[in-house]
């Protein structure tokens, strides 16, 4: 697997084999891959900077006061434990465009020294990875392997599971074993781990939502949590078609942090319009700007308050003003 980029599609034997030879038998361990499953000193590549990543947050990432509080309180409150009593679990909700992906790489980038290219950062796509539904018993076994053998060769691994509204219902419900309270699985201590789900899932129920509480003059910057739990809940793990549909992993409250994103304003998308331009290295005219945030459509039809794809398209359409 190509940590961080979705790799291309493999044949389901091929996939089969790579997985299950990433798993170590216990009798095969060696005395690194022992102190690292079971030491606080080898961090195996973990350097976590949780200043730079609060900075970068409150500098880059747009309009996502709530993201930011949930993430950095979740990052702190786990690595400030030396013996957490389980993995780092979060779960990313929200529409196309509003930053999920893009908090997700920066948080790895910030904790591991070689970001999403280090060997104990692992990406998972239900597309490419798991496309077939009459495979997911295979699907199962595999993962399972996968992620023990990781975490066997690396205490600090952290997984990615993308598009988990897109996963085969029953199939994330394997890895139930590495996301709770006990102290090894299979022989292999996993509690310093970290798991991120991302999911477009609640993000229509969020933009509702929030266009309710605007609407009943509650500014976006001032929604909690308790505003959007509810209708994320409702959406995301009683929908018969999300991949936690009915999962132990919600029944057994092994998620920590739900983390919501939040549909962007016409300025916020000025601001990623800015930014983009910067990072392209070009000139940076208001009136470009403008003419980008007006090309994107806004919803609901009458008000026009938040952009349709958030910052999604900005990159693709500044060519069109140069």
Request: aromatic share 10%.
């Amino acid at each position: 697997m190509a940590p961080g980029a979705a790799p291309a599609p493999l044949p389901v034997g091929v996939l089969l084999v790579l997985l299950a030879a990433a798993a170590r038998p216990a009798a095969a361990w060696d005395l690194w891959a022992l102190r690292c499953g079971f030491s606080a000193d080898c961090e195996c590549g973990f350097g976590p900077d949780l200043r730079g990543l609060e900075f970068d947050l409150a500098t880059n990432l747009v309009g996502q006061p709530l993201v930011r509080q949930q993430v950095m309180k979740g990052l702190r409150e786990f690595l400030e434990n030396p013996n957490p009593v389980k993995p780092l679990v979060m779960s990313f909700h929200g529409s196309t465009g509003t930053g999920k992906t893009y908090v997700s790489s920066m948080l790895i980038r910030y904790l591991f020294q070689k970001g999403l290219q280090s060997p104990y950062v692992h990406h998972f796509s239900p597309i490419v990875h798991f496309p077939h539904a009459e495979l997911i018993e295979q699907y199962k076994e595999s993962l399972k392997r996968w992620i023990q053998g990781n975490l066997t060769i690396c205490g600090r691994s952290a997984f990615l599971f993308d598009e988990m509204d897109k996963m085969h219902p029953g199939l994330i419900d394997v890895i139930i074993p590495f996301l709770g309270p006990s102290w090894v699985v299979y022989g292999t201590n996993y509690r310093k781990a970290i798991f991120i789900f991302i999911s477009n899932a609640g993000g229509e129920q969020i933009n509702n939502v929030t266009l309710a509480l605007w609407r009943a003059r509650k500014d976006r910057e001032e929604i909690n949590l308790q505003d959007l739990e509810p209708a994320i809940s409702k959406a995301v793990f009683e929908n018969p078609q999300s991949g936690f549909w009915k999962s132990g992993i919600i029944n057994e409250h092994l998620i920590d942090f739900v983390v919501p994103f939040l549909p962007l304003k016409h300025h916020h998308v000025k601001q990623c319009v800015i930014s983009e331009l910067v990072q392209q290295g070009l000139e940076v005219r208001p009136g470009v700007v403008q003419e980008v945030a007006d090309s994107i459509p806004y919803f609901p039809e009458e008000e026009k308050l938040f952009s349709s794809t958030g910052c999604k398209t900005v990159a693709s359409r500044i060519s069109f003003f140069f």
